[in-house]
């Protein structure tokens, strides 16, 4: 055979075989009910449940119980002021805590405020007391109400106690005991004091990243654990080449995540009136390197999964790590250097952090030039990474059936 028939045969083949292993693992896709809630029903589910709830950006009139131990008047005091804030309505002053905690388990209220015995004592005496506060969990919403008009109130009663506790003191002298030193909350990245328009984008780009890496783990899993050689890629001529096994693949999830990502960042902001000052077309070319890093990260992790349950145990928890350290629920400036490195191995770091930039402030790709060479890097890597994870196991594989022929 002639060199340049040879080499048209070869790439001939190439193309066929890579669409055949993407109809091959389309199929695998369809045919995995656990695949099939990660790949479709936890993208289109989640960021609908995540956005209903966190919609109202703040609560008002969230129901508190006082549990009133000291019956004085500066426990009084607090309790009215508290119930007069616009965020917390006081329904009840019950005697002891079973009283609050089965008001708590009747949803007739949402949190407890807990005066002790002593605290009128110790706040004549000048000690430094506490005030307990106890809150349902089942919205984030609900704690931020009662701790910040709890706190605020604190604050304001602190200040004239410390004021009536110093009669004789001038002006000057009484500035520097009650406000040494002055100061205004200003919030400068969560304008809105909400969740929804705040935290809810960052989680819909990291729904994208977890869902691709546990439905793609858990059908690594899957192959290994119906493959007689444990391998991950089954006997087939067709799946003789690294490249075409990972091309095949790998389009089988751009298909579907093509869906899920229009849905994700352009009909769930829309249905909740999320914010989307971004261009839509900035958003596009940002997402494109985002969607590949996070699956050739994907396939490289999956090249490590033994069983489908693997992905699960490995994976899962790690979401609200993932959020924390990407630098926008909490300070990237605030984390330690060793965690901003960790962080960066994963797509949804600079994926999160570009993404929030560019759909609330408007920024160009220009003005994300870091995020975004930094996202074409990583898809680099792991596009090399899982290459040589699938070419050691049709190596593998390779070796096993020479073995049998011989045998």
């Known amino acids: ?47 609908l449940l995540y956005s209903f709830i966190y919609n109202n950006e703040v609560v008002h009139e969230a129901k508190m119980v006082v549990v009133d131990q000291s019956d004085s008047y500066l426990s009084r005091e607090f309790t ?38 002593e605290f009128s004592k110790d706040l004549h005496r000048g000690k430094q007391t506490t005030v307990p506060l106890y809150c349902d969990m089942s919205s984030l919403l609900f704690y931020k109400a009662f701790l910040l008009s709890a706190t605020e109130v604190s604050l304001d009663l602190g200040k004239e106690l410390r004021r009536h506790n110093s009669p004789g003191a001038s002006d000057k002298q009484e500035q520097i005991t009650v406000d040494p030193v002055p100061y205004e909350s200003v919030t400068i990245f969560n304008s809105q004091n909400g969740f929804a328009s705040f935290l809810v984008p960052a989680i819909l780009i990291l729904v994208i990243q977890q869902t691709l890496v546990l439905g793609i783990g858990m059908l690594g899993g899957t192959a290994r654990e119906k493959n007689s050689l444990h391998n991950l890629v089954p006997v087939s001529p067709h799946f ?16 579907i995540y093509v869906v899920v990502c229009i849905w994700v960042v ?36 999956s090249g490590f999964m033994t069983n489908r349950e693997a992905p699960m145990l490995l994976f899962v928890f790690t979401s609200v790590i993932l959020l924390f350290i990407s630098g926008v629920s909490w300070p990237k400036e605030a984390i330690p250097p060793f965690w901003q490195v960790v962080g960066y191995a994963f797509p949804s770091t600079p994926g999160i952090q570009g993404f929030i930039r560019i759909n609330t402030s408007g920024a160009t ?15 680099g890597v792991y596009f090399v990474l899982a290459c040589i994870i699938y070419r050691f196991q049709i190596r593998r594989r390779k070796k096993f059936e020479d073995f049998n022929v011989i045998m």
């Open 240 to 255: 003789n080449g690294t490249l075409r096994v990972v091309f095949g693949k790998s389009l089988t999830y751009i298909l």
């Open 365 to 379: 790709l220009n003005e994300v030039v870091h995020e975004y060479h930094t996202l074409w890097i990583q898809a």
């Open 80 to 117: 009215r002021r508290v119930n007069a804030t616009p965020d917390v309505e006081v329904i009840a002053v019950c005697t002891d805590m079973e009283e609050a905690k089965q008001m708590l388990d009747e949803k007739k209220a949402y949190g407890i405020l807990y005066f002790p015995t």
């Open 266 to 301: 352009a009909v769930v902001p829309k249905l909740f009136s999320l914010p989307q000052v971004g261009d839509p077309v900035t958003i596009l070319l940002f997402l494109l390197p985002y969607l590949f890093a996070c699956i050739f990260f994907a396939m490289t992790l």
């Open 1 to 47: 055979m002639k060199k340049e028939h040879r080499l048209r045969y070869i790439i001939k083949q190439g193309i066929l075989d890579t669409f055949y292993i993407w109809k091959d693992e389309l199929k695998n896709v369809f045919r995995d009910e656990g695949v099939l809630i990660f790949f479709f029903l936890v993208p289109f589910a989640y960021p």
